[in-house]
């Protein structure tokens, strides 16, 4: 499982581009996107989207990797993760089911 920067640096490096011209590309400073690589700071879903389009990766996954982070990021020290995790799915699945009825 690749985070959402790995999966940038990654798609950065095989079409062999610098940073430089990222950020140009994006309007994004490229000391930002640094540290979206190394995991140092989160970026908007505005720009996860960004990257997907300039990138050309599938912006579901793109998007999954990214809240995927979040979501550990907010829990990796939390002693009951996992069991907050099982019951938040259960949340979301009794929301899209009062949404859709």
Do not use: C
């Amino acid at each position: 499982m690749k985070s959402f920067g790995e999966i940038i640096r990654n798609a950065r490096e095989e079409k062999n581009y610098i940073l430089r011209h990222v950020g140009a590309e994006l309007d994004i400073d490229q000391a930002i996107i640094s540290k979206f690589e190394r995991g140092e700071r989160k970026p908007t879903k505005e720009q996860v989207f960004k990257f997907a389009n300039f990138f050309e990766l599938n912006k579901n996954d793109l998007l999954i990797a990214w809240l995927s982070d979040k979501v550990v990021y907010d829990l990796e020290n939390e002693p009951f993760a996992e069991q907050a995790l099982k019951v938040a799915e259960k949340k979301i699945q009794y929301l899209k089911s009062q949404n859709n009825g």
